[in-house]
């Protein structure tokens, strides 16, 4: 097993930068997502950490050694594929087997290599099949054996889940992690999915635009936003977020929204009068009072373990997640209430955070 370390890396396409200088620690057996929008960079700073795409600047280490020039067979890492890439011609105990024919490995201990990845993945009665007489989901669990049978130092997975269904998705992703804590193999993951990263990851980096917006464990991520980018990127429905100003009133600070609107600061907000700030409170720290912000509501989306109401506040989309049944029709007027608890408060100028 081993640590990945990525120190001020750095890539360039010509004359575009795509990645800025980025800095991650990645812990012995820990499983590391890493999620953000599709052009982000996710998906290159992983094929770097393979050495499939070659550093501008910086360094990456694995292990403790630099791997800029070590070539990517020598690395000591799997890697699983949004595609699959199995061979169409090969049986599945071949496709599993094959990378260690080719590293002249003896032929019982493939043997016995094969047979314990397909006893971990349920595959043993689909070995003497071709990858076109499996399912999406069997394919998948080929790919992951065949990463297996290699015992690296190193997991690597590239959207590993993109291409099954809703239902499958959910199952697989289950036996990923179920994976990871059953070998305890240093795990490095991309997606753009913030429901896997929140679900899967010990530890979630955040990244837009080639640069690290935030790292963290999925609930200080959830609890602490960094930014605006973050509050919105993590967590669904995603946090939502209104413009005001913060004003005295009656010898305590509040946000004023316009129209009369106000709600109270967030505790340990450093603010000054006049500052601009965006107010966040997520959908599920929203409830309905017989005071507070009007709202009207639009859409009402029962689900059946709860209830999504999309409302309008004052001009600016809401959305409301109640865990309890409730009336509310089209076209009701609502009062919400934001608890103020666990409000979080923004500088509309930076997108920093100034308060949870």
């Known amino acids: 097993m081993a640590s990945v370390s990525i120190q001020h890396v750095k890539k360039r396409f010509g004359d575009?930068?795509?990645?800025?200088?980025?800095?991650?620690?990645?812990?012995?057996?820990?499983?590391?997502?890493?999620?953000?929008?599709?052009?982000c960079g996710k998906t290159t700073l992983l094929r770097m950490v393979a050495g499939l795409e070659e550093i501008s600047s910086g360094e990456i280490l694995i292990g403790g050694r630099v791997v800029n020039r070590v070539q990517p067979k020598e690395r000591d890492i799997a890697m699983v594929f949004q595609n699959y890439a199995l061979y169409p011609h090969m049986t599945v105990r071949a496709n599993m087997a094959f990378s260690l024919m080719l590293a002249g490995t003896e032929k019982s201990k493939i043997e016995a290599r094969v047979a314990q990845a397909a006893e971990i993945l349920g595959l043993k009665d689909l070995l003497d099949r071709y990858p076109r007489q499996l399912s999406g989901g069997q394919r998948q669990r080929v790919a992951m054996g065949r990463a297996i049978v290699r015992n690296p130092q190193v997991f690597l997975f590239d959207e590993p889940l993109s291409n099954l269904d809703a239902k499958l998705r959910v199952a697989m992703r289950t036996e990923i992690k179920e994976l990871h804590q059953r070998l305890k193999t240093t795990s490095v993951y991309v997606t753009h999915d913030q429901i896997e990263a929140m679900t899967m990851g010990d530890q979630i980096v955040v990244m837009k635009d080639g640069v690290v917006e935030q790292t963290g464990s999925p609930l200080e991520l959830y609890d602490t936003p960094a930014n605006l980018f973050v509050a919105g990127f993590i967590g669904s429905p995603a946090m939502n977020f209104l413009a005001g100003e913060v004003r005295s009133a009656n010898g305590a600070a509040q946000v004023a929204l316009g129209e009369g609107l106000s709600v109270p600061l967030p505790a340990g907000a450093a603010v000054?009068?006049?500052?601009?700030?965006?107010?966040?409170?997520?959908?599920?720290h929203l409830s309905i009072g017989a005071s507070g912000l009007p709202a009207q509501v639009i859409v009402v989306e029962p689900t059946g373990a709860d209830t999504q109401l999309y409302c309008e506040v004052n001009g600016t989309d809401v959305t409301v997640v109640l865990r309890d049944r409730t009336n509310c029709r089209p076209g009701d007027l609502i009062h919400l209430v934001p608890d103020p608890g666990k409000s979080h408060l923004f500088d509309a100028a930076s997108g920093q955070r100034i308060a949870k």
């Open 16 to 39: 575009v930068e795509v990645l800025h200088g980025v800095d991650i620690e990645i812990a012995d057996r820990s499983f590391t997502v890493l999620v953000g929008p599709s052009g």
């Open 272 to 284: 000054n009068a006049g500052q601009k700030v965006l107010f966040g409170t997520r959908p599920e």
